[in-house]
């Protein structure tokens, strides 16, 4: 090993263990932000609305990866892996909407209906 930090990398995958080094400390200062953007969160100003919002997401995720095997086994159940997994539910909720969205109006019109697109179409089977 060349370095100390190779060696630690070395020892986190032979552990697996998925959560990056971070010391006690910036977690649990972390942790203490968050309770106090809980509070915020609970405010109707604009700076409430939006810790509200990403609130949403971190208490998600937080639920997920420590319920969900497969989460925890990627991301770690620490809150390290909470935030990577509370990013992809957000992309995830904004990819959703967009397609309702879209799909609405795609199928507001008949003629532009998939579904209906594929019946009138159809090669009957003889």
Known sequence: M???SDLKNLERHI???VTPSRSTTDILANLKLLNDTTTLAGQNTPL???AAE???YLTAAMKAVTTNKVLRDRFG???QGAMDVS???KDRFNTK???AIIDQ???ADNRLDPEAYAVKNATPII
């Open 15 to 17: 552990a697996n263990d």
């Open 105 to 107: 109006n795609l199928t």
């Open 2 to 4: 060349d370095n100390y």
């Open 54 to 56: 990403e609130i949403k």
């Open 48 to 50: 409430g609305l939006i």
């Open 87 to 89: 990013s992809l539910l």
């Open 97 to 99: 909407v967009f397609e």
């Open 77 to 79: 159940s620490g809150l």
